[in-house]
């Protein structure tokens, strides 16, 4: 309930905060269909980095052939996307804390427009040198633009029943882009000619960003509460007092802050890093199969490069499920609320988790052994790819599972623990399918991915651990405790 302003001094910092908490230009404020607005556009972007960073994974071939890598030993054709990503995991930590702290909108403008000319290097790119240099800094300030959203969330919606839904959406979205970016290379990839495969394929992505940049720039609005505090405070002098306690570090403490919070948060918090183990595994995952796929539906079932990057489609398909299957499981989350005697009224954390669980244990893991086991020539293709299905359902139920248990258990330093999270994830992203190829190669179709199940079937733990012992494991972690005291 809100507080009566007359009840405090005309001039009172009280009075003042209690006029920009119902100021019209507060962000929380805004009406829904200007807050749906900019978000749709954030995933629309989202989505699109997520597609260039695994689209070059079909036309893998041709890039080793083009530019005379050789594929015998190692699979360096696969470099461009471990440096994406490990720019994806580096950039946010350093784009973030500025975006955050001196506006959101003129940054992510910015971000986007220079995100969009790096796609030129990338086409006309001359050597491998030029293009991997030019796929690391596009990784960079496309991991900014993705890790965006939850700020852009953060900023509209006050409580974490608003930020279910967008939160969600955002997990599917993030996952959804590099799962097709495989299947945009086929398409893309079939209507050029084959040497001219990667220009086809960054001319279409330069004309969508040049083609959305547009709307971009329309509808993106500044949605940091104190920034738009301050800039109101300069035409309205009774909200001038609440700008009086905004505080702004210097560059070097928000670059420190948002490089030694996570990496503390890493090693000191059990839960933030076997959560982070289980989520980048997950996303990790998703980039293994671009090998996988192309290497097991080559070899079993003599499929080109752009029909297996078609398969990737089905993983997708499993994503989608599963997008919906975290609906209940939200509402179940704020049902939590009525049975929380610890907080009475408070949604309980670990409520967060149960969907995860099946989905980790029969998603992820029954998926991998299902895909393992029915890749032999005698097996209709289908068979495999419905396992894969059930593998895309398990990612985007554990990611999202861990990104919103995260966010409720370390409230005030959710932002690092997600940002652990994110540099995970694409830490695996980048490096762990460099051992694909050598993996399948050396075990085998069936045990290789078999291997990957029963990892699956380990990291299960970490959720059934927390539903059963999460109360006592939060009051034991100094974080959550100073957090809950602020």
């Known amino acids: 309930m809100s507080r009566d302003v007359s009840k405090f001094p005309e ?21 829904e269909s200007r807050k749906w607005s900019i978000i749709l556009v954030a995933f629309a972007v989202t989505l699109l980095v997520g597609l260039n960073a695994t689209s070059v994974t079909t036309p893998a071939l041709i890039i080793a052939e083009r530019f005379h890598v050789s594929e015998s030993a190692f699979p360096h054709s696969f470099w461009p996307v471990t440096v994406w990503n490990t720019g994806a995991a580096i950039g946010p930590m350093i784009g973030m804390p500025l975006l955050e702290n001196f506006g959101i909108q003129k940054g992510y403008l910015l971000v986007y427009l220079v995100f969009t000319i790096m796609v030129i290097p990338q086409a006309v790119a001359q050597n491998f040198a030029t293009l991997l240099v030019s796929r690391a800094v ?12 939850e700020q852009l969330s953060a900023d509209m919606w006050a409580t974490d029943k608003e930020r279910n839904l967008p939160i969600t959406l955002y997990s599917y979205v993030y996952v959804a882009g590099v799962t097709l ?23 279409t992505s330069l004309i969508i960003y040049c083609a959305l940049g547009p709307v971009v720039i329309s509808l993106i609005k500044e949605t940091r509460g104190p920034v738009l505090l301050k800039r109101h405070a300069r035409e309205d ?28 948060l890493l090693v000191t918090e059990p839960v933030v890093f076997f959560l982070t183990l289980w989520a980048a595994f997950c996303f990790g995952l998703v980039f ?27 993983l997708f398909v499993g994503e989608t499920v599963g997008f919906f299957a975290c609906l209940p499981q939200n509402a179940y989350y704020q049902r939590s609320a009525a049975r929380n005697t610890a907080e009475p009224g408070v949604p309980i954390p670990e409520a967060r988790l149960p969907l995860s669980i099946p989905a980790s244990l029969f998603g992820l893991g029954g998926g991998l052994f299902w895909y393992a086991w029915a890749s032999f020539a005698h097996v209709h293709w289908m068979v495999p790819t419905i396992g894969l299905a059930f593998v895309g359902f398990g990612i985007v139920v554990i990611i999202t599972a861990v990104d919103m248990y995260i966010t409720d258990a370390y409230t005030k330093f959710a932002g ?42 380990v990291l299960t733990l970490a959720p059934i651990v927390l539903v059963v012992k999460g109360e006592t494991i939060r009051k034991k972690s100094r974080f959550i405790i100073e957090a809950a005291k602020s």
Not at 428 to 452: D, E, I, R, V
């Open 11 to 31: 001039d009172s910092l009280e009075a003042s905060h209690e006029r920009w908490t119902h100021h019209q230009g507060n962000p929380l404020n805004w009406p």
């Open 138 to 149: 596009a990784g960079a300030l496309g991991g900014i633009l993705q890790n965006a959203i």
């Open 237 to 264: 002098e009774s909200l001038a007092k609440a700008t009086s306690d905004l505080k702004c570090p210097s560059l070097s403490a928000l670059l420190w802050e948002a490089v030694s919070r996570p990496a503390t």
């Open 181 to 203: 970016g495989p299947a945009l290379g086929s398409i893309v990839g079939n209507l050029s000619w084959r040497w001219y495969a990667i220009e086809g394929l960054k001319i």
């Open 416 to 457: 690092s623990a997600i940002a652990a999270v994110a540099l995970g994830e694409n830490l695996f992203a980048a490096w762990l399918p460099l051992a694909a190829k050598s993996m399948y190669t050396n075990l085998g179709f069936q045990w290789a991915s078999s291997l990957l199940g029963f990892v699956a079937l």
């Open 288 to 314: 293994i199969m671009t090998q996988s796929v192309a290497q097991v539906y080559h070899e079993t079932y003599g499929f080109s490069d752009p029909a297996s990057g078609l398969v990737q489609i089905s």
